[in-house]
DNA sequence: CGCGCTGTTGAAACTTGTCAAAGTTTGTGG
DNA sequence: CCACAAACTTTGACAAGTTTCAACAGCGCG
């Protein structure tokens, strides 16, 4: 199956020293080279060539294991680095003064995390592994050094944090604009679309998160989630086994959603 | 009062010619200076100093008039620049497949438009002036070129849109766990505190948008808007008498937020 | 001066949340 | 390897919050 192609490892780390960086990051470490990774058409480094690709492997030094239920960074952390992620699935949360909590989304391999962190300086949200999981350090001071210089590696960052925005905008109207089911039919396609992008079937595939994560994230409680979801099975758009979910009508999903959002 | 000193023009457009650009701009247009912009502390160039700031003064040669109901780029337009709110309140929409529409934000002096097309390279929300007002144009080649060479320039840039990023993690907080007045005290605790940083009163103002516009923004419809506010006028909280607000009860409206939201 | 747009308010309908109970799966430790 | 506990999911009944529909008032523009 797919599932596990995309899960085999068509990289071999390198154990090697790097001299002390200037951001006080000194240990050793596993030399990894974007323009190698089988992820390179999906992530920072999409769409450069030759030289530049090259001169993006500067970009990371280090790869660093995350076990489910661990934090990459937390709400209020000092901003150094973005990440990167190479294998599983994260979750980024946020807090609201009286304890209440959100999901803000969900990252897969090839996708960047911590760009929230930018402007505040600091982490205005945490990003907490779905599953074992590895992410890409991409120290800020070296990217914003090295996208001076290589200039397609610029315009390739700005794009991925305009998209970023793009993004977030199709979450506040999916917020502000629809029901329960349309929300979660239109999780359920972007989760698709996504998957597909990285090698999966795009109509068969496990989720990650509870149902509670995923009511977080749409706004909804997890009681509407599930309910949700087996409407969706009574209908016959969908067959839910717990956490595997295979998607049979894919038109029709898309038919739930006042029309259609992903061509 | 302090509203009228902030639409005074402290600055002197100067008519020049400016050669044509190469990105096929070549209209007679008025010079603008960021280094002398009343606005230069709340905007794009926001801590540029000394010879950086003068180099600002290269990334804007023309200033627009947009008068209300006009936009400024729609939905699908190419992307060609980013746009700084000199004057006015502008609101930006998004639609979905089926006609429904969202307001996805509103913007006012100093503040940046534009931002979600550099990734998709066409325009993924309309921006649409709320009333009367002028914007400056920030060529995007001119910004990244110019970003290269002034290294503060460039920090900036990503710092205005990681906090976009930001920003838009409080709106889906907001629409994912609120309701409907916790969602319009915070809307009017941030107005209150947007309108303080540009020199008007953070306790009276005019609302530019109608209850609809608040409403599509909040999530809402505009009768649960108008619910809410006569709410908290009921409560003490506010005064209100059409568009014209007076927040009468500051931390009762941010104890009606769970707790507070901004410090 | 009147028409249209905007805003307010009430009552009924609908969607989602809340509470509760029970079933299922997963993980842990003996 | 089994037993048990904890976490997760499903489902029902009811409550609460928001939308919908409707009527009307006020303001502003032509």
Known sequence: MTAAAATTVAFSPVRCDIP????????????????????????????????????????????????????????????????????????????????????????????????????????????????????????????????????????QFHKVMSREIVQEHGVMLLLGTMRAEERLATFLLNLSRRLVARGYSPSEFNLRMTREEIGSYLGLKLETVSRAFSKFQDDGLISVEQKHIRILDIAGLRRRVGQKLEP
Chains 1, 2 share one sequence.
């Open 20 to 155: 002390a960086s200037n951001d006080g990051d000194a240990v050793p470490v596993v030399l990894t080279r974007c323009s190698r990774c089988k992820l390179r058409d999906l992530c920072l480094p999409c769409g450069l060539s030759g030289r530049d690709a090259e001169r993006a492997d500067e970009l990371v030094y280090t790869r660093r294991r995350v076990r489910r239920g661990e934090s990459i960074y937390r709400e209020g952390d000092a901003f150094v680095s973005l990440f990167a992620v190479w294998s599983g699935v994260f979750k980024t949360t946020q807090l609201l003064e009286d304890g209440r909590e959100q999901v803000t989304g969900f990252q897969m391999a090839g996708e960047m995390l911590g760009m929230d962190g930018i402007g505040p300086e600091k982490h205005s949200c945490s990003a907490v592994a779905l599953e074992n999981g590895e992410v890409c350090v991409i120290p800020y001071s070296r990217l914003e050094a090295l996208g001076r210089e290589v200039h397609a590696l610029q315009q």
